[in-house]
């Protein structure tokens, strides 16, 4: 069993700033490619930013140039620097985790930017 466990969300004012930060643990063999989802009220989830083993960086284009994805290959994590939030960043984000070609989902945690 692979372990995900997200932390860092919480309340911040628009123009703040936020740090996100996913830990795997457990039966972890070779992680392949971590990401951030989110999911806003009412709405699918959705792609944010993802990173691979060789430290390729993927951004949705409303987060570029204000969100920052990287990841300590040592320590199984990924970080989310999230800069300039807007309002619309709300939602609650979730960690994902690719362990040899197995999908590993963490529990969410709840970004809320207020105007």
């Known amino acids: 069993q692979v372990q995900v466990v997200e932390s860092g969300g919480g309340l911040v004012q628009a123009g703040g700033s936020l740090r996100l930060s996913c830990a795997a643990s457990?039966?972890?063999?070779?992680?392949?490619?971590m990401a951030w989802y989110r999911q806003a009220p009412g709405k699918q989830r959705e792609l944010v930013a993802d990173?691979?083993?060789?430290?390729?960086?993927n951004y949705a284009d409303s987060v570029k140039g204000r969100f920052t994805i990287s990841r300590d290959n040592a320590k199984n994590t990924v970080y989310l620097q999230m800069n300039s939030l807007k309002p619309e960043d709300t939602g609650v984000y979730y960690c994902y985790v690719n362990n040899l070609a197995s999908d590993h989902w963490g529990q969410g945690t709840q970004v809320i930017v207020s105007s």
């Open positions: 457990g039966a972890v063999r070779r992680i392949n490619t």
């Open positions: 990173i691979t083993s060789g430290a390729n960086t």
